[in-house]
């Protein structure tokens, strides 16, 4: 195994294609010898799984964006405490489908500007951003169709609606600017092979 510390995160809109790219790059990478981590947000450990119920499950008005953002937030701190941070430490290649940017733009952004809180409590409590960000950007009525083609009960974000993924991708490519040097965008209005190349290439660019 070749150790490699990196923390590679996905982000998008709801049915962007994040979960797949993720798998395809965590099997392309193991299969070139790399140690890799594959986890997802919210959720990735057993605390941030079960916080992760009481975030997508229910009535689309059950939380507050503030307390959203502090639930969000709880449990992105176990997750990082006891998989990400670990697995780091290791020397292994962390992939993360979403992550901070996802609370930045769903938390921060569709209810009231609420950036300031989320980026103060991801410095305070957090204290690490990702060395790569693969950004799909992806047309918000195909996506939001996608998403809900899966039929699962995690529907709470999905049933905002299409105007909450139009605003999350604008929000989305405006960060990738702020973000330039860590934030890559990518069309992910093409097949699923064809993104899975560009998402190689430019991970392949980081770890030579
Ligand atoms: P996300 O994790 O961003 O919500 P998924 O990877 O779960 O997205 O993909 C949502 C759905 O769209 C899945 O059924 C998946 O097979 C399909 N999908 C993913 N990428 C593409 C693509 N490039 N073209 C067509 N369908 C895709
Ligand atoms: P996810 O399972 O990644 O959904 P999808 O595969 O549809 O993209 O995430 C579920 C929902 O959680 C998604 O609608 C976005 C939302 N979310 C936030 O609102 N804030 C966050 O910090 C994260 C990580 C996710």
Excluded at 25 to 39: I, K, M, N, P
Excluded at 99 to 122: C, E, H, I, P
Aim: hydrophobic content about 40%; glycine content about 8%; charged content about 30%.
């Amino acid at each position: 195994m070749t150790s490699e510390k990196l923390f590679i995160t996905f982000e998008g809109i709801d049915g962007s294609g994040k979960s797949t790219q993720a798998k395809l790059l965590a099997d392309a990478l193991s299969q070139l010898g790399h140690d890799v981590v594959l986890t997802r947000e919210p959720g990735g450990s057993t605390g941030a799984e079960q916080i992760r119920a009481l975030l997508l499950e229910g009535d689309p008005e059950r939380w507050s964006a503030e307390t959203e953002i502090l639930l969000f937030t709880a449990a992105r701190r176990d997750h990082m405490e006891t998989v990400i941070l670990p697995a780091l430490e290791k020397g292994q290649i962390v992939i993360c489908d979403r992550f901070a940017d996802s609370t930045r733009m769903y938390q921060g952004l569709s209810r009231g500007n609420l950036r300031g809180m989320v980026d103060a409590l991801t410095k305070l409590t957090i204290q690490q951003e990702p060395d790569l960000t693969l950004l799909i950007d992806m047309d918000p009525n195909t996506g939001h169709s996608r998403a809900k083609g899966r039929e699962t009960k995690e529907e709470r974000f999905e049933n905002f609606g299409v105007p909450l993924q139009e605003k999350m991708r604008a929000g989305f490519l405006k960060l990738a600017e702020e973000f330039s040097d860590r934030i890559k965008l990518i069309d992910g209005n093409q097949d699923i092979r064809s993104v899975q190349a560009i998402v190689y290439n430019l991970v392949m660019g980081v770890l030579k």
